[in-house]
């Protein structure tokens, strides 16, 4: 249907905040590797509003409202998304909109990816799109936003202008933002609340209150046209000059007040072999203005002046893994925090002005000790009592289905007297026929008869142990539904692959007496095949090879066998859908944890863990990979 009216060539975005007494609506963001705001669900803010109205200085855990981001968490004391998994962290910003706008009528505009997927627009662009629509314009052109694509309402698509390609667009209804009432002020006061009285030493604030001062030297810088900073003689004034600091994030100061550089010697920053003057302020050196700050050490020479000229734009807004910068002076910083000398987040480039040979402490959320130290070929020994360093499985070794008939009579046996209560597989009566009567046809078995597992006594119809069978893995055991007690040698579906095992002579975390067994598992990408979720497609194998520690005493051996034995029946991966990414078809975990992190436990994957080993033998044993399968 065509859409009356001319097309609209500059847009009008909702970003900005709105006169102090009007509602607005809550958008939270978090900023990509493009340097571009990209918003959270409706779903996610309401949730981070709610958390943020109990604690305004508090952790917002994602992964409660939406699984697929189970590894990410929100400090809103920083303003920064970490994950939890790779130590990422990306900032965040909480921004408002009209209650008329898209995010308030739940309106979202989405393209198609080259997945066949619906990706949404990013806030701004989506809000200009339906201001667009709903004046009827029959096209938008983005160049104004910075992007060379044109909408066409009419045939719902973006066309890129350069290239001409073409891609599908949509716009749905979903949950509308949540909305706000109350005076805010234009320049957000993130973090929230002010420290006050003596500052805290604790290694959680110190890493906070760092980035908060780092946050304050970026988000400063970024907003000027020039950059420049003139550390030169306070002389006896007791001031020290320095860049002014963000008004959108209150909080700890960039600067220590431990000592001003004094004397003829200087160290000036200059952009772009620009001239401009420095925006400057002097800040009185009194600790009242350092609340809860890591005591840094302040620029200092022995050799006259210091210079260092820097072109071309930064790019240290690009929200990769934020570093440590220190000083020229390389003084003290925080006990726990490693100490890496200044450069740009790409490892290329130039460095940003507010980071360049300044006394600044950038630091960032712990980051898991993922592996050891380097570790020589000739330090891999054996594991003590387990012959061989590596196990493969081929498909060769997969095992072939046996009789259904004959696996459920071996494992059962036959009850004469019925009880009248149901059969838990096809919910009918015991006493009556099979639910599965008609459907299923085995010479050997009929629909009443009715059967009672050795081990644990449960009572089934024959026949539905018999279909129960034939939609597993055909292995030769049988697992009671009820109690999930193991009948045979369960096996799985995991993928060929490799698995090494071997001492390192480093000692985990709460194991101090213990050298350490590394496992190594690696699975290739592959075709899955008719045991599998879907015959004939390929499936992905993410993160591999994948490294796993255990201590390396007898109760770490004792569990390094049981899980050379779930290997060898293919029980430690499947293939699935990823709870963390929400990838289908690729290989996962298999319910048996394993521990990824070798130097720490940020993630609950890592040591010190007293309790795993005894948990994971009680995983391998509902696997049927009990102590009981062990040789003396």
């Given amino acids: ?101 898209a995010p308030g009528k739940g309106v979202v505009w989405e393209w198609e990816n080259d997945s066949g997927s619906w990706t949404p627009y990013d806030m701004e662009i ?51 933002y ?33 980035t ?53 010697n200087n160290n000036n920053i200059s952009m772009g072999g620009g001239h401009a003057k420095a925006e400057q302020v002097l800040l009185p050196l009194s600790s009242a203005n350092f609340p809860c700050s890591p005591v840094m050490p302040t620029l200092s020479s022995a050799h006259g002046h210091h210079a260092l000229t820097i072109n071309g734009q930064n790019n240290l807004n690009r929200p990769g893994t934020q570093r440590i910068s220190i000083s020229t002076a390389r003084g003290a910083v925080p006990p726990g925090v490693p100490a890496l000398p200044v450069k740009n987040l790409t490892g290329t480039g130039p460095v940003h002005p507010a980071l360049a040979g300044l006394p600044v402490c950038l630091t960032r959320a712990p980051k898991p000790i993922l592996h050891p130290p380097p ?40 009850i004469k007297v019925v009880p ?24 050997g078995i009929k629909p009443e008869l009715v059967g009672k597992l050795g081990k ?65 598992y690696d699975i290739p990408a592959g075709i899955q095949t008719n045991e599998h979720p879907s015959p004939g497609k390929k499936f992905s194998a993410r993160g591999f090879p994948r490294h796993c520690y255990l201590p390396d005493n007898d109760k770490g051996r004792k569990v390094l066998k049981l899980l050379i034995m779930a290997w060898d029946r293919r029980l430690i991966f499947t293939i699935g859908t990823s709870s963390t990414t929400g990838e289908s078809d690729t290989v996962v975990w298999n319910e048996i944890h394993h521990k990824t992190e070798f130097g720490s436990n940020l993630t609950g994957h890592g040591y010190p863990d007293h309790k795993y080993l005894d948990n994971v033998l009680t995983e391998l044993s509902a696997q049927g990979v009990g102590e009981g399968n062990l040789k003396d």
Avoid at 376 to 395: C, F, L, Q, Y
Avoid at 480 to 485: E, G, L, R, V
């Fill in 456 to 520: 644990c006594g449960h009572m089934y119809h024959l026949l539905c142990l018999v279909a129960m069978y034939n939609n597993g893995n055909k292995d030769g055991s049988l697992q009671c539904p009820t109690c999930k007690t193991i009948y045979g040698e369960k096996t799985g579906t995991q993928p060929p692959g490799k698995m090494e095992y071997h001492v390192i002579p480093h000692c985990l975390p709460g194991y101090p007496d213990s050298k350490s067994i590394r496992i190594v």
């Fill in 212 to 264: 908060r001062a780092a946050s304050n030297a970026i988000l400063a810088s970024q907003r000027r046209k020039h950059y420049g900073v003139t550390t030169g003689n306070t002389g006896a004034t007791g001031t020290l000059t320095a860049v002014r600091q963000s008004n959108t994030f209150a909080g700890t100061s960039l600067w220590s007040p431990t000592s001003a550089s004094s004397g003829p």
């Fill in 375 to 414: 570790i020589n070929k000739s330090d891999m020994k054996p594991v003590p009592g387990i012959n061989g360093m590596r196990r493969k499985t081929k498909k060769k070794h997969l095992r072939k289905g046996k009789n259904p008939e004959d696996v459920v009579r071996r494992y059962t046996e036959k």
């Fill in 420 to 443: 009248d209560e149901d059969c838990t597989i096809c919910m009918e009566r015991l006493v009556m026929a099979s639910g599965y009567e008609g459907i299923l046809h085995h010479k």
């Fill in 178 to 210: 949540p909305l706000i009432m109350g005076s805010i002020p234009k320049s957000q006061s993130w973090p929230v609340g002010a420290n006050s009285g003596q500052p805290c030493s604790c290694q959680q604030c110190i890493l906070v209150n760092s």
């Fill in 1 to 101: 249907m065509a859409r009356p009216g001319s097309g609209l060539l500059v847009p009008v975005n909702g970003l900005g905040y709105p006169p102090q007494n009007l509602a607005r609506v809550v958008v939270w963001e978090w900023m990509n590797e493009h340097g571009r705001w990209r918003p959270y669900s409706a779903v996610v803010c309401h949730h981070v509003e709610n958390v943020l109205k109990g604690d305004a200085r508090g952790t917002v855990v994602l992964g409660q409202v939406d699984a697929q981001l189970t590894a990410y968490i929100i400090d809103l004391q920083s303003m920064h998304q970490f994950r939890q998994d790779t130590g990422t962290m990306r900032p965040v910003q909480r921004n408002f909109y009209e209650p008329s706008s």
């Fill in 126 to 176: 989506c809000v200009t799109i339906q201001n667009a629509y709903e004046k009827q314009h029959p096209w938008l052109d983005l160049t104004s936003l910075g992007f060379c694509y044109l909408i066409d309402f009419n045939s719902m698509c973006q066309t890129n202008r350069q290239s001409q390609r073409k891609r599908r667009l949509r716009r749905r209804m979903d949950l509308a």
